[in-house]
């Protein structure tokens, strides 16, 4: 009789900020586990911390079962960073990811999370881990994919917030300031600006300076348009004592006079139910992966090349931030029909 070909026993785990889209990535890795390959899969709980802990649940079937739709991580996540030097000087953490890794007969992992998280999973690579990284986070700036899961969803929740700034600012005829999400990267905030009809945007990636601002303002006025909105991405340079909305605003008031009102919409853009989109790119991403496993192809992410899935070798990815080009088609696009990027008059 024919050995029995021992079923592969896969770990996955969650790391970084949050997003909608890690359950539907999670059910994606698997449901492809279970159904196509007979694997066993490990929930590992908050992250890598879970990985040096050992703390995990065996994900049934069952467990799979009505997360799709579902915001947050079954698993919960964590920002731990393994490999980050601990204060006195010793890390033994790796040595214990490597441990249990052997102990639990872990024959690969999928580690679903962000730049830092595609960093750790390439250095355990290269401590021999089985190891293939899913891209996620609302900021869509891992290097290596042309979109992350969870992108989607934030650029919805945003649009709908500058839809509704729309209205109150022109009801009392104010600058409205709303400032976006992205980390160091504007991609947020440049979707989210150009999906809500934001007149003036500001990116980390292109240098603004108030007076440009202010005569955007002062324009929109003169051509009787007493309203406008102002879409800032958090990573903008301002100083580091108040968030960059109030910053902006506190210089539109300052020196055009005229009543601004900001609203920084922070975490409300991490939270909820995935769109559709991020549904099918999540469960796309989450089966690949396992896919990936089956066929031995470990130390990569997988990644979306002009809607095509794909893998990048995972040393490729670590340490690197995929930021908005400053002449990207949409930012040409939007200076053709008048919105500013707080540039003009550098
Ligand atoms: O990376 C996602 C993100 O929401 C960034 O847009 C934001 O700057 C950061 O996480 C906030 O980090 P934390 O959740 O640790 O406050």
Not at 141 to 167: E, K, N, P
Not at 237 to 255: F, G, L, V
């Amino acid at each position: 009789m024919n050995d029995v070909v021992k079923p592969k026993r896969i770990g996955i785990l969650t790391a970084g900020g949050d997003c909608p889209g890690l359950n539907a990535a999670i059910r994606g890795v698997g449901k492809t586990a279970i159904v196509e390959y007979g694997m066993e899969v490990l929930g590992f709980h908050a992250g890598y911390s879970g990985l040096i802990s050992g703390k995990y649940n065996v994900l049934k079937e069952s467990a799979l079962s009505g997360i799709l739709t579902l915001g947050g991580t079954i698993l919960g996540t964590s920002r731990e960073k393994p490999f980050k030097m601990a204060k006195n000087g010793d890390n033994l953490k790796p040595e214990k990811i490597k441990k249990n890794y052997a102990k639990l007969g872990l024959d690969a992992v999928v580690c679903i999370g962000g730049n830092g998280t595609m960093k750790t999973a390439s250095l355990l690579a290269q401590e021999g881990l089985n190891v293939v990284g899913i891209p996620k986070t609302i900021d869509n700036d891992v290097w290596g994919t042309d979109v992350t899961f969870g992108f989607d969803s934030a650029v919805q929740i945003a649009t709908d917030a500058i839809d509704r700034l729309h209205t109150t600012a022109n009801s009392h005829q104010r600058v409205m300031i709303i400032e976006i999400m992205g980390h160091h990267a504007g991609w947020l905030a440049l979707y989210s600006g150009l999906a809500g009809g934001g007149d003036i945007i500001l990116l980390p990636e292109l240098e603004y300076n108030i007076r440009s601002v202010c005569k955007k303002i002062e324009s929109r006025y003169e051509d009787n348009k007493p309203y406008s909105i102002v879409v800032v991405a958090e990573g903008i340079e301002h100083p580091k004592d108040k968030s960059a909305a109030s910053h902006i605003a506190e210089a539109i008031q300052t020196y055009t006079g005229i009543e601004t009102r900001e609203t920084v919409l922070g975490y409300i853009q991490r939270g909820g139910s995935p769109t559709p989109m991020d549904r099918i790119l999540a469960t796309r991403y989450g089966s690949f992966a396992t896919q990936c496993i089956a066929e031995g192809n470990f130390g990569t992410m997988v990644a979306i090349k002009d809607n095509e899935l794909t893998t990048v070798p995972l040393e490729e990815v670590g340490g690197k931030l995929r930021l908005v080009e400053s002449d990207h088609g949409l930012i040409q696009k939007a200076r053709k029909m008048g919105v500013s990027f707080g540039d003009e008059f550098l």
